[in-house]
């Protein structure tokens, strides 16, 4: 049970709910944070994830996801690719898609904190981010030859 009023948040017990979702014939289980984006049906995050499954079912090298959220496709693809390096902004989505890592046993996955036009940046050569250097993230690493983006509704991050 969480509480609000004027700039004012009160959580009785905790802020998030355990969600399981089946999708491919595996079962995920993902942390869902309370006032974070998320797809409410689950038959229709099944089908998504179910499609978005289908359709890189043969890719080749690493998967790129801007805007990953608690990591809901990045952790469903994960089986498709060598691996997987998503981007988010929001710290609380973050925390989130570092818990449904641990949470699934996927050790493919490797979340990092910024905006899609950070990544950008770092991956031109134009800026260094400490955050890339402190999770051991180098991106000549990473063969991206797949990019996935969700985008929130504002369509900036």
């Known amino acids: 049970?969480?509480?609000?009023?004027?700039?004012?948040?009160?959580?009785l017990d905790r802020d998030y709910v355990l969600e399981k979702v089946q999708a491919d014939g595996q079962t995920l289980v993902y942390q869902q944070i309370?006032?974070?984006?998320?797809?409410?049906?689950?038959?229709?995050?099944?089908?998504m994830?179910?499609?978005?499954?289908?359709?890189t079912r043969d890719s080749e090298?690493?998967?790129?996801?801007?805007?990953?959220g608690n990591g809901n496709f990045s952790l469903a693809l994960a089986k498709n690719f060598r691996r997987v390096l998503a981007t988010e902004l929001a710290k609380p989505s973050?925390?989130?898609?570092q818990?449904?890592?641990a949470a699934?046993?996927?050790?493919?996955?490797?979340?990092?904190?910024?905006?899609?036009?950070?990544?950008?940046?770092?991956?031109?050569g134009e800026r260094e981010f400490r955050r890339l250097q402190d999770q051991g993230v180098t991106l000549s690493d990473y063969q991206c030859?797949?990019?996935?983006?969700?985008?929130?509704?504002?369509g900036h991050g």
């Open 1 to 11: 049970m969480i509480g609000r009023a004027r700039k004012q948040k009160k959580v």
């Open 34 to 47: 309370e006032n974070s984006f998320t797809q409410p049906n689950g038959p229709v995050a099944q089908k």
């Open 49 to 55: 994830l179910d499609w978005a499954i289908d359709c």
């Open 61 to 68: 090298g690493d998967l790129l996801e801007l805007y990953c």
């Open 94 to 97: 973050v925390q989130s898609a």
């Open 99 to 101: 818990y449904n890592i």
């Open 104 to 124: 699934n046993h996927i050790d493919n996955v490797q979340i990092v904190r910024m905006s899609a036009e950070e990544f950008t940046q770092a991956i031109n």
């Open 145 to 154: 030859n797949t990019i996935f983006v969700d985008p929130p509704r504002a």
